[in-house]
Nanobody, 122 residues
């Protein structure tokens, strides 16, 4: 299983970016998916998560500015980031809980994407 993230870059404060993360490989069920971020010298923190049926949760720091969504047909999760601030600068990682083919959905393995850099600066 691989998670391929894309969409990071350099943006001015107040700008927008959209991150994408596509899962591929041997997937029985693609369960919760999410985005985390890690700034230099800090721990990796949850940004947003979304269940298979589309229930989303957000970190307080991004509520009202970021929107997580997913396309189950494409095994892809998105993060629309608006009104970006310098403090949003970090490496963003996608995450997915995956059930291998043939196993019960209660069996889930955690996978991480490679990370994509988001820099908010004027």
């Amino acid at each position: 299983v691989q998670l391929q993230a894309s969409g990071g870059g350099l943006v001015q404060p107040g700008g927008s970016l959209r991150l994408s993360c596509a899962a591929s490989g041997s997937i029985g069920s693609l369960n919760d998916m999410g985005w985390y971020r890690q700034a230099p010298g800090k721990q990796r923190d949850l940004v947003a998560r979304i269940t298979k049926v589309g229930v989303a949760t957000y970190a307080d720091s991004v509520k009202g500015r970021f929107t997580i969504s997913r396309d189950n047909a494409k095994n892809t999760v998105y993060l629309q980031m608006n009104s970006l601030k310098p403090e949003d600068t970090a490496v963003y990682y996608c995450n997915a809980a995956i059930t291998p083919p043939g196993l019960h959905i209660s069996v889930q393995y955690n996978y991480w994407g490679q990370g994509t850099q988001v820099t908010v600066s004027s």
